[in-house]
């Protein structure tokens, strides 16, 4: 479709457009559109998900798509004039966020990748007519500012300097110098004259702003929970909160999510997406338009007072004429079939979103609670498996939130994902929530003032816990069509997005909990439903008969593959599984061969079957090293061979200490028939043997470059690097390589110490810096617990009145997202001796009341919902592998090694209580851990993370009150000489 711009025909054209008879345009996309920019009334851009970029030249009412050779979520565009443009965005890996810019010089008829992993991921760009230009987005080690600039429209970026807390999701410009930035936590920081400055402005109570708009002087910016906020005269560096009585108590139910103005005019809008709010006078006055939708929008744009559209869930566009009195939709009204709520740690069931959206063709949303670090990733992964809609949340979901939920999605099935029982939706929010989103009684405010409507879903499903009556398998393993396979493999590049191991079990079983109809026993989700267009997607069938033949086949042979991986046990010869598996991958093209190898090399990890698992990956580099999962593959390998977790694993797992056992008494009366076995080992200290694990990863991190396309560096293999030159006793040479890394840092080292807390990656170098050097000046941002050596053992049994733990300096938790330490959070207390490390937890009961103990305890056990403590122990400070022990307050508890559940340590654990406290007093056997039992002298990063039954998590090392990860371990220091009195 050809731009329209003849000086002569245009404004006939654009009366025929106006006058003509208004129809909503054909389905234009699926993906949600995330920005728009219109150049005049006629012609306009929007972009978003899976690098969709649409245009349209008769104002909004059709739309084509074109090619962006790209499957990033683009965030951002900007053109300069109708044929030069930018659009910009990102790819979600579990180590780092990829930026994409795109160019065009022909209205879109072509898009060029200008920088592609040249620079992080990108959710703003601006552009002006000189060449100048910003970009903004991910903060890393090397821009911890997340802004970037050129002079050469894009061609080459630098990296501006300043600091940021977090990464800038929303900006504002008025030249390359002067700007607003929006952070994803929270911090609102402003550009002036090129310096980088924090705004001023009081607390924002746990609310963010997530779009700006800089107009000369002044400012608005717009967030969660109904926030305004307006910098009257000072550019942004100033804020105060803009009182907007329109919405009253429906204020808490809006979402803010984007932001347009033109002259005196503002517009707002977000989730709901039934209103806009309008303000003709800056902010004085505001009223409330109305839009026959209801699922959120993503954002807005004006080309002047009358003419404006709106973009967001489900390739939604509307469009008004009129400054928004009136809206009227450009594309079908949609809406999900199937809302699924997961609040768990254990992830997103990927499995069951492509059974239900890329074979079943239903739209899909999701309500997900998790870290805004993590949502990223997770994002992307639900993304890739087909998933729609979603909405991510930090706190769980209220009642109120849940009907709300209802009225906004409106689905006809909900399904509660988490399947411990204690989240279980009979005895939770969701059967009232149902009955009260049907209630025009029921929180009237989001029917009056919010424009929505009483809704009611027919069915709701929870994941089975156990045997029932009935149970709904949505065959997630029969072959389809339209996947070549099952959907049940097809997820598993989702799973490894998200940074998440597959469940090994094969199914997902669901339970009907109540049904508005009178099926009790479905067939399938929505079986006996009515069917609505506005809820399922037009699939076409891509697939040839002669396709269908072939996809068959390499069906088969994959599953032929699978079969190969689940009858290889941890002790198989790893060389007998790649004579198996490569005759099978030659009969695969080239992509899809890399795609099952590595899917099989992730499941052999996550079962952990490493060595076999290694020699996949191998495959994968060696065999298809210009597919992207190459590097991917790399990534693994140099992470597992670095790590002296990884190789205490497999040194058990293998039998290179010849096992015996022992036993000794260590329990108190009240447990007489535990005991404590300990490992007498024999232990192979061969230094060939050390060398010949660890080498390997300074041998592949050589090969990183020729992979990765980008010039930037990966801090989180960088670390690995230092820590396997740590392993192999080259200390000298690990300290020059930290030193080199610091010089390279945009601040100077006089600078670096005002930077603590804002980089996580940046705190791990200069702790290490400071490690090895505590006369540096640098000092150490990390939080540093002693654990010294116990002059006698303690007997388990909870109490903690042993000498041993007389005069500790206990480790106090802080809970997660506030400052300083709450009297009530959990403490921890530390000791080892010569056999056993030995930790002695206390914490507050968390609902006030005792909860009674197991009486039978098993492995791993399922710990969600239950009041839960996890500890981390990463001996060789590479922040990426660990040791992790779970306990409860029943006393359960589980284990795993770099996510391997299939470790099991020999560890024990005594529990006790009171009316106020639960207590778990627990001894690890070193020899679990390390084969050097001498452990004064010693750090190892370390954290302890207790989660709630509502979810709320205390953690002794925080970074800036956030949800804690791996990189935010803190260090732990073995001392021989007993406490100082």
């Not at 962006?68 to 030069?84: E, Q």
């Not at 991510?392 to 939920?405: C, D, K, Q």
Request: net charge neutral; aromatic share 8%.
């Amino acid at each position: 479709m050809l731009s329209i711009r003849n000086r002569f025909f245009g404004p006939i054209l654009i009366i025929l457009v106006l006058c003509a008879k208004s129809e909503a345009a054909t389905d234009a996309t699926e993906k949600t559109l995330r920005a728009l920019q219109f150049v005049d009334v006629l012609e306009g851009w929007a972009v978003g998900d899976d690098g969709v970029i649409l245009h349209s030249v008769d104002g909004g009412i059709h739309w084509e798509h074109q090619k962006s050779g790209t499957t990033a979520s683009l965030r951002s565009l900007h053109f300069i004039d109708p044929t030069t443009g930018w659009a910009v965005g990102s790819l979600e890996k579990p180590t780092r966020s990829i930026g994409v810019l795109l160019f065009t010089q022909d209205s879109g008829r072509t898009w060029k990748i200008q920088s592609h992993d040249n620079l992080p991921g990108l959710n703003f760009i601006r552009f002006w007519a000189d060449g100048t230009g910003v970009a903004a987005g991910q903060n890393t080690l090397w821009c911890p500012s997340g802004l970037h600039a050129t002079r050469d429209n894009g061609k080459t970026w630098i990296s501006l300097p300043g600091s940021g807390s977090s990464p800038v999701i929303a900006a504002d410009f008025k030249d390359a110098k002067n700007g607003i930035l929006l952070r994803a936590d929270g911090q609102i920081d402003s550009l002036r004259e090129g310096q980088l400055l924090p705004a001023e402005y009081d607390p924002l109570k746990g609310k963010r702003a997530q779009a700006v708009k800089l107009i000369d002087r002044q400012a608005f910016a717009v967030g969660e929970g109904d926030l305004i906020l307006r910098s009257s005269d000072s550019g942004g560096l100033r804020w105060g909160y803009l009182t907007n009585p329109t919405l009253k108590k429906a204020s808490p139910d809006v979402d803010w999510r984007s932001l347009a103005q033109s002259g005196n005019h503002l517009w707002v809008a977000g989730s709901p997406g039934s209103i806009v709010l309008h303000s003709p006078d800056l902010g004085k006055n505001w009223e409330v338009q109305r839009l026959q939708l209801s699922t959120p929008l993503r954002a807005l744009h004006f080309f002047d007072e009358n003419f404006g559209w709106a973009v967001g869930e489900f390739g939604c566009i509307h469009k008004t004429v009129d400054g928004g009195k009136t809206w009227k939709a450009m594309t079908p009204r949609k809406r999900p079939a199937v809302l699924i709520h997961s609040e768990s740690d254990e992830g997103i069931r990927y499995e069951l979103v492509t059974q239900f959206a890329k074979v079943e063709g239903y739209r899909t949303a999701i309500l997900r609670k998790t870290t805004a670090q993590k949502a990223s990733c997770e994002w992307e992964a639900w993304n890739y498996a087909g998933g729609h809609g979603w909405e991510n949340r930090t706190t769980p979901l209220t009642e109120r939130e849940a009907v709300l939920a209802l009225r906004t999605w409106q689905p006809d099935v909900t399904i509660q994902q988490d399947a411990s029982e204690s989240l279980n939706p009979a005895d939770g929010i969701w059967k009232d929530a149902y009955e009260k989103a049907f209630d025009p009684t029921a929180y009237p405010e989001q029917l009056d003032l919010l424009n929505l409507k009483p809704w009611a879903p027919w069915r709701h499903f929870h994941r089975e816990t156990g045997s029932k009556v009935f149970a709904l398998d949505p065959h997630c393993q029969e072959f389809s069509e339209r996947l070549q396979g099952s959907a049940w493999e097809y997820v598993e590049e989702a799973y490894s997005a998200a940074n998440q191991q597959r469940p090994l079990e094969g199914s997902c079983k669901l339970q009907m909990q109540w049904s508005r109809g009178e099926n009790p026993s479905p067939r399938d989700l929505l079986d006996g439903l009515p069917h609505h267009a506005e809820t399922r997607m037009n699939l076409e069938n891509l697939v040839t008969s002669e396709k269908t033949v072939l996809s068959k086949q390499l069906f088969r042979e994959r599953q032929i593959i699978q079969t190969v991986a689940s009858q290889t046990n941890s002790f198989a010869n790893p060389d007998s599984l790649v004579v198996q598996v490569k005759p099978l991958l030659s009969k695969m093209p080239a992509g899809l061969a890399a795609r099952s190898c590595f899917n099989l090399g992730h499941q052999m990890a996550s079962q952990g079957q490493w060595p076999q698992a290694k020699e996949i990956f191998q495959i994968v580099l060696r065999d298809y090293p210009e597919d992207p999962l190459a590097l991917e593959a790399l990534r693994w390998m140099i992470q597992y061979h670095s790590s002296s977790e990884c190789r205490r694993r497999v040194e058990i797992q293998n039998h290179m200490i010849q096992e015996q056992i022992k036993a000794e008494t260590l329990v108190a009366s009240q447990d007489t028939n535990r005991f404590v076995q300990q490992r007498d080992v024999s232990l192979i200290r061969r230094a060939e043997d050390n060398r010949n694990w660890h080498m390997p990863a300074l041998e592949l991190m050589k090969k990183f470059p020729t992979l990765n396309s980008s010039t930037q560096t990966d801090p989180s293999l960088e670390i690995c690097l230092a820590a396997a030159q740590r392993n192999l006793g080259e200390i000298d040479q690990a300290t020059k390589y930290m030193q080199k890394l610091v010089s390279e840092l945009p601040k100077g080292r006089s600078e670096l110490r005002a930077l603590k807390g804002v980089d996580p990656w940046k705190d791990i170098l200069l702790s290490e810096l400071w490690l090895m050097n505590r006369a540096d000046g640098l000092g150490n941002p990390k939080l540093v617990g002693v654990a010294r050596r116990a002059a006698a053992r303690p007997k388990l049994d909870g109490i903690f009145d042993d000498e041993c733990w007389k005069d500790v300096v206990p480790l106090k938790l802080k809970p997660v997202q506030a400052q300083g330490i709450s009297s009530g959070c959990a403490t921890l207390r530390v000791r080892f001796d010569s056999d056993f490390l030995y930790l002695a937890m206390e914490c507050p009961h968390d609902e006030g009341k005792p909860i009674p103990k197991l009486s039978r305890r098993t492995r791993d056990m399922n710990l969600q919902g239950q009041d839960r403590v996890a500890l981390f122990f990463d001996l060789d400070r590479d922040y990426q592998t660990f040791f992790r022990f779970e306990f409860d307050a029943r006393g359960a508890v589980r284990d795993d090694c770099w996510g391997d559940s299939t470790w099991n340590p020999k560890w024990f654990v005594a529990m006790n209580s009171d009316e106020s406290h639960w207590r778990a007093e627990i001894a690890i056997p070193l020899v679990e851990l390390t084969n050097d039992s001498s452990l004064p002298g010693k750090i190892w990063a370390f954290n302890v993370i207790r989660t709630k039954k509502s979810g709320e998590k205390e953690a002794w090392s925080l970074r800036n009150g956030k949800e804690p990860e791996l990189v935010d371990l803190g260090l732990l220091q073995f001392l021989e000489q007993p406490q100082p009195k």
